[in-house]
């Protein structure tokens, strides 16, 4: 009984590991104790990534590129303050 209830509590817990690593991707650390992503941080940098793409499919490269270099800054800065 305790067998199924151990299987049961690790299959919970490996599912919100799965969900958590599909809604926060490389934003959610790799192992250990970890906070999770300021939900508002991560919708800006959905918004943000999502804008540099739309400004690379209009040919707007010099802008695109201003924002992928505040992505990964803002990237960066979110993985350090989980740390």
């Known amino acids: 009984m305790n067998g199924s209830i151990d299987s049961i509590h690790n299959s919970v817990i490996t599912q919100q590991l799965n969900d ?16 999770l992503p300021d ?3 991560v919708g800006f940098l959905k918004l943000l990534n999502h804008n540099r ?7 707007d490269y010099a802008t695109a590129k201003q924002m992928k270099t505040k992505f990964e800054e803002f990237s960066k800065a979110e993985q350090q303050r989980q740390e």
């Open 20 to 35: 958590e690593k599909r809604k926060y991707g490389a934003l959610l650390p790799k192992s250990g104790v970890y906070f």
């Open 39 to 41: 939900e508002k941080v």
């Open 53 to 59: 793409q739309e400004r690379e499919k209009e040919g």
